[in-house]
């Protein structure tokens, strides 16, 4: 029988995302013992502690087992840890350093939202392609700049490592890995019992861009500024690189650098966020709002739309704006 170790690391961490994935998986490995006369998994909690206290003592989690107990497992979750990410892998070293063993060993490892920090910290992740909450980005490339982070997607997989976007949408990750582990069938069961939406692939439309500030480069700093500020010009990073007196190759470098986007990328999902709040809170139309952003070209307005959201803005709006939704 193979394993399953569902992790319950030390601090204030995410509930929902550990008992969740307990829930689907149990319940999945049940209805595959229903139709094959035998359980697939042996399902745990592992820990290193007897106790985790969660929400100022209002409940609290007693793992199965602790983590030094299994030497062997074959598919490990990771669950969304709390926002102070450096205390949140300071505190779970001993953890940490056992994903590692395990990886090298041959287990599978999924992350849920936050829970990215523990996985690459583990140094697991270097060179290779991850997903976490989208409000944690900054801080993620700043802690650790070889990782591969888009957070525009929902479900990241490569080299047995799983990862996915932020809070509930856990779910869908828990839905894809019993597809993986068990079969279609029970994934669907599970979905139409859970109501998890099947085959999500996006968190795009749930990003709300503030822009990476984080880093110490100011003459990147009064670029951003400058285009934050100056939503209705094409702007034309030439100019912008000249007037900040960079050249521009080396602006492009640091903009880069600094922010993980070039400045066309930057300008546009600044741009964009500003059209996303316009078509959730006014009655303009989308000719009016592109307009707004220097935009003329209503074909390219919608493709940088699409690019960045996964969706129209028409089908954005209808979304969120149910008041102007009948509008065109």
Known sequence: ????????????????????????????????KEKHGKEMFTIQLLGISRAV??????????PHASIEAVKRTDLIIIPSLNHNFQRAVEENTPMIEWLGDQYK?????????????????????????????????????????????????LITDEHGLYTNGGAY???????????????????ILCSKIFQIELDRQSQSPFIIFSGQK??????????????????????????????????????????????GNTPLEYAQRVKMEAVKKELETSR?????????????DPKAFREVFRKVTGMSPLEYRSRYNKEAAGQV
């Open 284 to 296: 303009k139309n989308v000719n009016e709002v592109m307009f707004e952003v220097g935009y003329s």
């Open 169 to 187: 949408s856990f779910l869908n990750l828990i839905i894809y890995l019993v597809e993986k582990y068990f079969d279609r069938q029970t994934a």
């Open 53 to 62: 206290d969660f929400y100022d003592g209002l409940f609290s989690v007693k």
């Open 1 to 32: 029988m193979k394993h399953i170790s569902i992790l319950v690391p030390n601090g204030e961490n995410n509930l929902s995302s550990i008992v969740g994935s307990y829930k689907i998986l149990s319940r999945a490995d049940q209805i595959w």
């Open 105 to 153: 060993n041959g287990a599978e490892i999924a992350s849920i939202c936050t829970g990215a920090f523990m996985l690459a910290k583990a140094g697991i992740l270097d060179g290779k392609t991850c997903s976490t909450h989208w409000s944690a980005e900054n801080v993620f490339r700043s802690m650790f700049p070889t990782v591969k982070l888009q957070t525009e997607k």
């Open 214 to 259: 984080t880093h110490a480069d100011e003459v990147v700093k009064k670029a951003q500024a400058y285009i934050e500020s100056n939503l209705a010009e094409k702007i034309s990073v030439e100019h912008l690189s000249s007037t900040l007196n960079v050249g521009r190759r080396n602006f492009d470098r640091r903009f880069i650098k600094a922010t």
